[in-house]
T-cell receptor, first 113, second 112 residues
């Protein structure tokens, strides 16, 4: 069974530029999560989808971050414009349902210069 | 909201040594508790979990017991191997959306 796929794996941009990350969850998983992991810290949930609806986006900086999961399958996370403090690994995870085990992708490492 | 505090590293041990990584949580209600592991260059993987008080999760020689009275979920292994070198994260899941809250992670290095 294929795992959670993410791309790109690495991205370097300058501040004020835009960037987008893509995630394809495990087939059949209804719940999808985006986490931000800053160096030396644990992952922090940014947004959680159940199918194509948002369950929790309380920690998403909505002035610059956006995410969508239009068809309830893959998802895109966008940052516009990026700040230096956005440098982090962005993890995508999926689970069968809200209470299910979360499976994580390899992450996208973003460096903002 | 929920919070998780775990022992800060790094932790360096010799092969076959005993390992303990402390983890405590604060939460409303009774969260499920998890240990995740991140090997070098790989994604986060679930190591073990416990869903109610006094439950013991175990996997690959690692164990952790859900202690409600001390709000703790300490990770232990009797004899570590070089291949156990990784970052270990304690996490708690609660609320209507089962949101995962992670600790900061503990880097473990095991030397031969």
């Amino acid at each position: 069974e294929a795992g959670v796929a993410q791309s790109p794996r690495y991205k370097i941009i300058e501040k004020r530029q835009s960037v987008a990350f893509w995630c394809n969850p495990i087939s059949g998983h209804a719940t999808l999560y985006w986490y931000q992991q800053i160096l030396g810290q644990g992952p922090k949930l940014l947004i959680q989808f159940q199918n194509n609806g948002v369950v929790d986006d309380s920690q998403l900086p909505k002035d610059r971050f956006s995410a969508e999961r239009l068809k309830g399958v893959d998802s895109t996370l966008k940052i516009q414009p990026a700040k230096l403090e956005d440098s982090a690994v962005y993890l995508c995870a999926s689970s069968l349902g809200l209470a299910g085990e979360q499976f994580f992708g390899p992450g996208t490492r973003l460096t903002v210069l | 909201g929920d919070s998780v505090t775990q022992m800060e590293g790094p932790v360096t041990l010799s092969e076959e040594a005993f390992l303990t990584i402390n983890c405590t949580y604060t939460a409303t209600g009774y969260p499920s508790l998890f240990w995740y592991v991140q090997y070098p260059g790989e994604g986060l993987q679930l190591l073990l979990k416990a869903t109610k008080a006094d439950d013991k999760g175990s996997n690959k020689g690692f164990e952790a017991t859900y202690r409600k009275e001390t709000t703790s979920f300490h990770l232990e292994k009797g004899s570590v191997q070089v291949s156990d070198s990784a970052v270990y994260f304690c996490a708690a899941s609660g609320g209507s959306n089962y949101k995962l809250t992670f600790g900061k992670g503990t880097l473990l290095t095991v030397n031969p």
